[in-house]
């Protein structure tokens, strides 16, 4: 079991693809939070032999933290292929299915569903089929959302499912698109920790 400092050092040297495209509104998870995220959901009980899914996995992130933390079997599902082909070079050796798929097509029923969905920035409420297939597929949700929407967020889950838990976070976010202007940017962002009903 790696400490939440172990994971993230490791998650630090994961390969993030260049060429994302700005339409599907990519902002790979930085590893501390995603180490953090994952970590408090092994606290939970919900990572350790526990099913998986990563919605929107991109360099593979944090599947590849569920494995590390002991989940099994784990599954990561992203729209771009090119992501898909980062996610799988970065986990290389381990026991992780990754598949090209939009997030819509996912089948079958998992304990814990992590992701860090489009923020619909440029695309409004393009985080809602993550939500949506959240809710029909997991038990548990790890989701992070532009703060701004955290309003939606909780009106959308909350008929649905029980929010337990709301952590405000910094997601430190590199120079990535060519209309960024500093190099690196920090995005007010929130997790949500949801068991479905």
């Known amino acids: 079991m790696y400490s939440k400092k172990q994971l993230e050092i490791r998650l630090s040297k994961l390969r993030v693809g260049n060429g994302l495209n ?7 998870t930085d590893p501390s939070n995603a180490a953090w995220i994952v970590f408090k959901a092994a606290m939970d009980n919900n990572v350790t032999k526990r099913s998986v899914i990563d919605l929107g996995t991109g360099n593979g992130i944090f599947a590849i933290a569920a494995y590390l933390m002991g989940a099994d079997p784990v599954n990561g599902i992203d729209l771009d292929g090119t992501q898909v082909d980062i996610a799988r070079e970065n986990a290389a050796g381990m026991n992780i299915t990754f598949e090209t798929k939009d997030v819509t097509e996912v089948m079958g029923h998992f304990h814990t569903a992590f992701m860090n969905p489009p923020f619909g920035s440029v695309n409004p409420h393009a985080d809602k089929p993550f939500l949506s297939k959240a809710l029909d597929i997991a038990n548990w949700i790890y989701s992070v959302h532009n ?3 955290s309003e939606f967020v909780r009106s959308f889950y909350k008929p ?3 929010i337990v838990y709301e952590e405000k976070l910094e997601l430190r976010m590199p120079r990535l698109y060519a209309y960024h202007t500093h190099d690196f940017q920090i995005i007010p962002a ?8």
Do not use: G, H, R, T
């Open 22 to 28: 700005s339409l599907y509104e990519q902002y790979p």
């Open 147 to 149: 703060i701004k929407s």
């Open 160 to 162: 649905n499912a029980e």
């Open 190 to 197: 929130i997790l949500f920790v949801v068991k479905n009903m």
